[in-house]
């Protein structure tokens, strides 16, 4: 997990079908996103536009508060935020925008009320509620993925890990056998993607039960239950089964320093869960956790890449792993995110002599 702003939106809008657990099923049902709900409610245009207004000039009054008080969003990303709200609110959203002049009574056809509506902004101006916990889904490279309280929000630059693995699958095709593990899975972004990208088998764990439930119904959501599998457990707890056999190994784990996290975004401090973020006093206990796991984990040749928080937290890892783990993993090195941080930890378990 990473500090960075959570304020981005792909422009890519598929539609992924509500999943409807199985009769019996144990797992708890996530928040279905707002723009997976059906259009069952109604307002008359005027009252829709006299809300629409008062959204706007919520977020116009912010001005650039929250960037000077944490780096949070401008008013600017506010109104952008809006009209994604109303995009995924209200059926033909082009009816606030229209210039022709119609029947202000008229009915329009709503997936939320006009309370939960003015309930919904208010809690992103007043509160500071993640934009992507409001609607209840982000959008991360091709997916919509739903998410909410308790569950970490993907961030972009965790996508480069999808990327990384499938160079590492192209370059030695024997990668795609056996399974691979995603460790503290949260929204099961990365399982879902590198599971799509490579058509390889995943096995994405996480602690937490919420997560695990989310990440459950986002797999089920592109029918990927025949590759990625989801069990709830801490960290390699889940996967005694596989040890020594997993072809892969990935995690954007919890590595923000303990003393930084009364620092962060009010949008991730108050509301993102803490078992996501804090990775100990220098934010690495989890990390250096993992690469001991690694070396009993994966097989000989068996691929491995961690997110850190970036370079001081990157060159520690590479150390480690050779210098500490001397003899356990072959060719470690560090990989830029998109905006050039060293950001990522890849290299293989070492083949027997």
Same mark, same amino acid.
């Given at each position: ?8 939106? !792909?422009?890519?809008? +598929? ?6 657990? $199985? ?33 706007? /000039? ?35 959203? =082009?009816?606030? =925008? &229209? ?6 009574? &008229?009915?329009?056809?709503?997936? !939320? +009320? ?22 209840? +889904? ?7 993925? =739903? ?5 970490? *929000? $993907?961030? $972009? ?17 024997? %990668?795609?056998?056996? !399974? ?11 399982? *879902? ?13 996480? %602690? ?9 119904? /986002?797999?089920? &959501? ?27 190994? *990935? ?40 690469? /001991? ?61």
């Amino acid at each position: 997990m990473k500090s960075c702003s959570l304020f981005t939106r !792909a422009p890519l809008r +598929c539609m992924i079908r509500p999943v409807i657990p $199985p009769a019996g099923a144990a797992r708890r049902t996530p928040r279905l996103p707002l723009y997976q709900r059906p259009p069952a409610f109604e307002a008359n245009l005027s009252d829709l536009k006299k809300w629409h207004d008062w959204a706007k /000039n919520q977020a116009s009054s912010i001005g650039s508060t929250f960037v000077e008080l944490d780096n949070g969003p401008d008013s600017t990303l506010l109104l952008r935020e809006l009209n994604w709200l109303v995009e995924d609110a209200i059926e033909q959203p =082009s009816v606030l =925008s &229209s210039q022709i002049s119609g029947d202000v009574n &008229s009915p329009v056809s709503m997936r !939320a +009320c006009l309370d939960e509506l003015y309930s919904l902004w208010k809690q992103r101006i007043e509160e500071r509620r993640p934009f992507q916990y409001v609607v209840g +889904c982000e959008h991360w490279r091709d997916l919509i993925l =739903s998410v909410e309280e308790g569950v970490l *929000i $993907p961030r $972009p630059e965790t996508e480069t890990i999808v990327d990384m693995a499938d160079a590492a699958v192209k370059e030695n095709a024997d %990668l795609k056998n056996g !399974a691979w593990a995603d460790l503290g899975t949260g929204s099961g972004a990365l399982a *879902i993607g590198i599971s799509r990208v490579s058509a390889i088998r995943v096995i994405a764990t996480d %602690l937490s039960p919420v997560a695990v439930a989310v990440a459950s119904y /986002n797999v089920q &959501s592109y029918n990927l239950q025949d590759r990625v599998e989801v069990r709830q457990g801490s960290w390699f707890d889940p996967l005694k089964d596989v040890e020594g056999k997993l072809s892969g190994l *990935i995690s954007n784990p919890p590595y923000i320093p303990s003393d930084d996290i009364n620092g962060l975004q009010a949008e991730v401090r108050k509301h993102e869960p803490i078992l996501a973020l804090d990775g100990g006093m220098k934010g690495l206990k989890d990390l250096i956790h993992l690469c /001991n796991g690694a070396a009993t984990m994966l097989k000989p040749g068996g691929f491995f890449a961690f997110e850190t928080n970036g370079e001081i937290q990157s060159k520690f890892l590479v150390n480690y792993m050779v210098m500490e783990m001397k003899g356990s993993f072959d060719r470690v090195n560090i990989v830029c995110d998109m905006a050039g941080v060293q950001r990522f930890v890849a290299g293989y378990r070492a083949q027997p002599e």
